[in-house]
């Protein structure tokens, strides 16, 4: 069975900071893809980042990052030099190539002090 | 390219009356389609999903049903609302693309009131 985990359930960091949003993820398929969701208080959920479990390599976007490690099975999310606008509730996802699921996080609600 | 449209987008209803939610995709065939909803400050739950015209998946037995009469067409009712259903209903849908599983796109968000 899939499984994803967000153990922290919410987080406040003053602007500017750098904050590291952790998932951990449990599948027995080899073949299965990650994603990363940022719910804004307008509700509706934005689609940040896929990867691949064959593909390992970190990827940068601007201020943020993602680090997936098969080893450990994580899959975080970096912020760097954290922004109010970057103040949302974000989801971490697996799904994989034998299911039509998407397994979802319950999710981490990131607040940036001005 | 494709887009999502989900409506209504807010809707109060009395307990016991009936819901029709409606989602369309655009740009794309053949589309995974699936219902979520969320709970006041809690995760997404899935509520059905569809891999064709008239194909059904349901994850949570309910008062709510799901069709889907159309290639890109997406129905979620209920003949009678309860309080519990009270929540934010999201329509999305994905596709199977060349590079692996697609990601799942979201339509705007229903947010439902059952009074």
């Known amino acids: 069975a899939q499984k994803v985990t967000q153990a922290q359930t919410e987080i406040s960091v003053v602007e500017k900071e750098d904050v590291t949003l952790d998932c951990v993820y449990e599948?027995?398929?080899?073949?299965?893809?990650l994603f990363w969701y940022k719910q804004p208080p307008s509700g509706e959920l934005v689609f940040l980042i896929r990867?691949?479990?064959?593909?390992?390599q970190n990827e940068i976007s601007g201020r943020y990052s993602w680090n997936f490690q098969k080893s450990t099975s994580s899959f975080n999310f970096t912020i760097t030099a954290s922004q109010v606008v970057d103040s949302a509730v974000y989801f971490c996802?697996?799904?994989?190539?034998?299911?039509?699921?998407?397994?979802f996080g319950t999710g981490t609600s990131l607040t940036v002090i001005p | 390219s494709q887009t999502i449209h989900q409506w209504p987008a807010t809707l109060v209803q009395p307990v016991g009356s009936p819901l029709s939610l409606e989602c369309t995709v655009e740009?794309?065939?053949?589309?995974?389609l699936y219902w979520y909803r969320q709970a006041a400050g809690r995760g997404l739950q899935l509520l059905f999903y569809?891999?064709?015209?008239?194909?059904i998946s349901s994850e949570v037995p309910q008062n709510l049903s799901a069709s889907r009469p159309q290639d890109r067409q997406f129905i979620l009712s209920s003949k009678k609302l309860l309080l519990s259903d009270s929540g934010f209903y999201l329509c999305?849908?994905?596709?199977?693309?060349?590079?692996?599983?697609?990601?799942?796109?979201f339509g705007e968000g229903s947010r439902l009131t059952v009074l």
């Open positions: 740009g794309t065939s053949n589309p995974n």
């Open positions: 990867r691949n479990s064959f593909d390992e």
């Open positions: 599948t027995r398929d080899t073949t299965y893809y």
């Open positions: 996802a697996l799904t994989t190539r034998v299911d039509n699921q998407f397994y």
């Open positions: 999305a849908w994905s596709v199977l693309g060349t590079g692996g599983t697609g990601e799942l796109f």
């Open positions: 569809s891999v064709g015209i008239g194909q």
